[in-house]
DNA sequence: GATGCACCTGCGAATCTTTGCAGGAGCATC
DNA sequence: GATGCTCCTGCAAAGATTCGCAGGTGCATC
């Protein structure tokens, strides 16, 4: 422990509630611990992990799952959350660190979610702007593909196979 | 009409039937069928308008829909399609023409989808697989954020809310 | 701090997508 | 062209996500 904030990393919670506020949505108790489970999850979630989340940190929550999903839904609307599609089943929610921007990489084989700095793409992203009008979200954009260890099994069954 | 192929432009269906047995799959009636209804639907179309126009073509084609859904999750893995997942509502596939690759610029907020050409992509899906070993999809990647008419309609509800 | 409007929530139902299972059918082999 | 091993398919059910509606509540206003 130094003498540094203990959370200096992570905006505080008070910023995001009032861009909340700021965007016309209101803040309700049931956002609020969403928020809250949503930032604890540290890395990505499914909207059933949330929802346990919520329902263990409070029994009394009474949260529904259709809130989970639509609260998501707004959260990422105003961009402080992003939505992973990945493809197989479950679609995974995270926290958007404004300071820390990344990529996704998701192997369509296994699932898997690597993440990647790609700071080239921020210059992508102007160019697209520019030349479409349209306003591109590189921030924790997702790219598909194939992992290291799928890549090389593919190429062995082709070979064998 | 001229003197040229017909379809030159397209790859010939032996080709494609040629690549789904190279991968070890079997090529079924239903595979066929829902490989034409693909092809012959042009740009996106979700699983529930192949399965319609599958069953269009042919009353008798008795084809389910799960099976519309599988084969087109083999497809992709063969390469062959490449499914937009948009985020609402429903997803939808494209034929993957190898000889016209494009991205797609998915809008968040009204859901309308454009295409654009990116050649920069294929250098950084190079660096991509350098730096991580990570094989990359960038055909036809899908890259969300909002459209030109979003994008102003929330500046303008920004100034005035 | 009382009031009212519009937005939010929970519930259940609808929709989209995946999965398990038993029977059917490609295709490699003989 | 008969045989057999697997992979495919259809069906039904489960799982994931969205939607409609009636009632509850944040918060701007007075």
């Known amino acids: 422990m130094s003498e540094r904030a203990p959370s200096a990393a992570v905006p505080h919670e008070i910023e995001v509630e009032r861009a909340i506020r700021a965007s016309g949505r209101r803040l309700t108790a049931q956002r609020s611990k969403i928020l809250s489970a949503l930032r604890a999850s540290g890395g990505h979630a499914t909207a059933e992990r949330i929802y346990a989340r919520v329902g263990a940190a409070d029994p009394h929550a009474g949260i529904s799952l259709s809130t989970v999903y639509r609260t998501l839904e707004q959260f990422a609307e105003v ?4 939505r992973l599609d990945g493809g197989s089943g479950s679609a995974s929610y995270e926290w958007r660190d404004p ?18 700095e790609l700071p080239e793409l921020v210059e992508l992203g102007e160019r697209i702007r520019e030349r479409t009008g349209f306003e591109p979200d590189i921030h924790h ?16 069954e082709a070979r064998s196979g």
Chains 1, 2 share one sequence.
């Open 79 to 82: 961009r402080l959350v992003a």
């Open 99 to 116: 300071e820390a921007p990344h990529q996704h990489l998701l192997c369509g084989d296994c699932g898997t979610v690597a993440e990647v």
């Open 141 to 156: 954009l997702g790219i598909g593909g194939l992992c290291t260890r799928c890549s090389a099994r593919r190429r062995r």
